[in-house]
């Protein structure tokens, strides 16, 4: 089992950038794929991107694409979601989530592919 812990999120003016960490406790995090979905007031969460285990394949949604990267540092056990040129509509809470394993042929961008999740941090753009 894995515990996730989001932090980074606040406040920002559109056009800004944040960086998100989450931090997963344990000494297998190597072994879990990981992604970032996000939830805003009133709407599903959804899928913003996704990184393998070893971190050579990455996936994003069509809106965050060229403006997010994700990472990891397997060493450090954390994650990360670098967040440039903000807008109001990425405002929401970020989630953090981890998959035992390879996606295989799970679907990176379906929250049902991931078994653990953190409790989330909000990121709040104006503008």
């Known amino acids: 089992q894995v515990q996730l812990v989001e932090s980074g999120g606040g406040l920002v003016q559109a056009g800004g950038s944040l960086r998100l960490s989450c931090a997963a406790s344990?000494?297998?995090?190597?072994?879990?794929?990981m992604g970032w979905f996000r939830q805003a007031p009133g709407r599903e969460r959804d899928f913003v991107a996704a990184?393998?285990?070893?971190?050579?394949?990455?996936y994003y949604s069509d809106s965050v694409k060229g403006r997010f990267t994700i990472s990891r540092d397997n060493a450090k056990n954390t994650v990360y979601l670098q967040m440039n040129s903000l807008k109001p509509e990425d405002t929401a809470v970020y989630y953090c989530?981890?998959?035992?394993?390879?996606?295989?042929?799970?679907?990176?961008?379906?929250?049902?592919?991931?078994?653990?999740w953190g409790q989330g941090t909000q990121v709040t753009v104006s503008s």
């Open positions: 989530a981890a998959r035992l394993g390879l996606y295989m042929a799970s679907d990176p961008k379906n929250e049902r592919t991931y078994n653990y």
């Open positions: 990184i393998t285990l070893s971190g050579s394949n990455t």
């Open positions: 344990g000494r297998t995090f190597r072994s879990y794929s």
